[in-house]
């Protein structure tokens, strides 16, 4: 759910994190490695999308650091360069997927998407629990039968809530899984993003809010 684009063309790196975020994920951009080195550090990612040719601190040794110190962070290495000999050292290195530019940006959705399954404990395709379905790989929401028209961040929230199977969940835990870095943690936003939740799943409320601790079903 949440991701970390390292690329040095700026411009390249926004266009990736936007379509990740309508593709439901939290995602953070920097354009050095060192950056990487320390948004890697600050908090828990998925997916790291790593450019190689990284400057200031190569894209090999970020790689090599994240791996080194058992992190399960998931890596997707980019590269300009897609000959046999570079897939074949970049996944020695220890990235788990390697995608050369120019590529497919709906590929690279689904390879995050892939990446991020496997970087988590295992969650069925479907979760279900007081009649809501979240159908995990097709992104649809349902209670009773009926359709939900949520939001990426209100996905992302509901199914934070239903892979707890009745446990509670922080608001720091949601902000830090759902959100990404630039998220004020004074702004509310979590909790606006349940009261929108809430209306959309209707009575008999199924959230609920413990006191001090956080949410849950």
Same mark, same amino acid.
């Given at each position: 759910?949440?991701?970390?684009?390292?690329?040095?063309?700026?411009?390249?790196?926004?266009?990736?994190?936007?379509?990740?975020?309508?593709?439901?994920?939290?995602?953070?951009?920097?354009?050095?490695?060192?950056?990487?080195?320390?948004?890697?550090?600050?908090?828990?990612?998925?997916?790291?999308?790593?450019?190689?040719?990284?400057?200031?601190?190569?894209?090999?040794?970020?790689?090599?650091?994240?791996?080194?110190?058992?992190?399960?962070?998931?890596?997707?290495?980019?590269?300009?360069?897609?000959?046999?000999?570079?897939?074949?050292?970049?996944?020695?290195?220890?990235?788990?997927?390697?995608?050369?530019?120019?590529?497919?940006?709906? /590929?690279?959705?689904?390879?995050?998407?892939?990446?991020?399954?496997?970087?988590?404990?295992?969650?069925?395709?479907?979760?279900?629990?007081?009649?809501?379905?979240?159908?995990?790989?097709?992104?649809?929401?349902?209670?009773?039968?009926?359709?939900?028209?949520?939001?990426?961040?209100?996905?992302?929230?509901?199914?934070?809530?239903? /892979?707890?199977?009745?446990?509670?969940?922080?608001?720091?835990?949601?902000? /830090?899984?759902?959100?990404?870095?630039?998220?004020?943690?004074?702004?509310?936003?979590?909790?606006?993003?349940?009261?929108?939740?809430?209306?959309?799943?209707?009575?008999?409320?199924?959230?609920?809010?413990?006191?001090?601790?956080?949410?849950?079903?």
């Amino acid at each position: 759910m949440r991701v970390l684009v390292a690329e040095d063309e700026e411009i390249l790196a926004e266009l990736v994190a936007t379509g990740l975020r309508r593709a439901g994920f939290a995602v953070d951009t920097v354009y050095s490695g060192d950056a990487a080195q320390a948004y890697l550090g600050l908090h828990d990612y998925d997916v790291v999308v790593l450019d190689r040719d990284l400057p200031r601190v190569h894209g090999d040794d970020v790689a090599r650091g994240l791996v080194a110190s058992g992190s399960r962070t998931r890596i997707l290495m980019l590269t300009a360069a897609g000959s046999m000999e570079d897939r074949v050292s970049g996944l020695d290195l220890g990235a788990d997927d390697y995608l050369g530019k120019p590529f497919e940006f709906p /590929e690279l959705v689904s390879r995050v998407r892939a990446l991020r399954r496997r970087s988590a404990r295992p969650v069925p395709p479907q979760l279900e629990r007081y009649g809501i379905r979240l159908d995990t790989v097709r992104r649809t929401a349902s209670r009773d039968g009926r359709e939900l028209d949520l939001s990426p961040k209100e996905f992302a929230v509901l199914q934070l809530l239903l /892979e707890a199977d009745g446990g509670t969940v922080s608001a720091e835990e949601l902000l /830090e899984r759902a959100w990404d870095a630039n998220a004020d943690p004074f702004t509310g936003a979590v909790r606006v993003c349940m009261s929108k939740l809430r209306g959309k799943l209707g009575e008999p409320a199924v959230i609920r809010t413990v006191q001090g601790v956080g949410y849950a079903l």
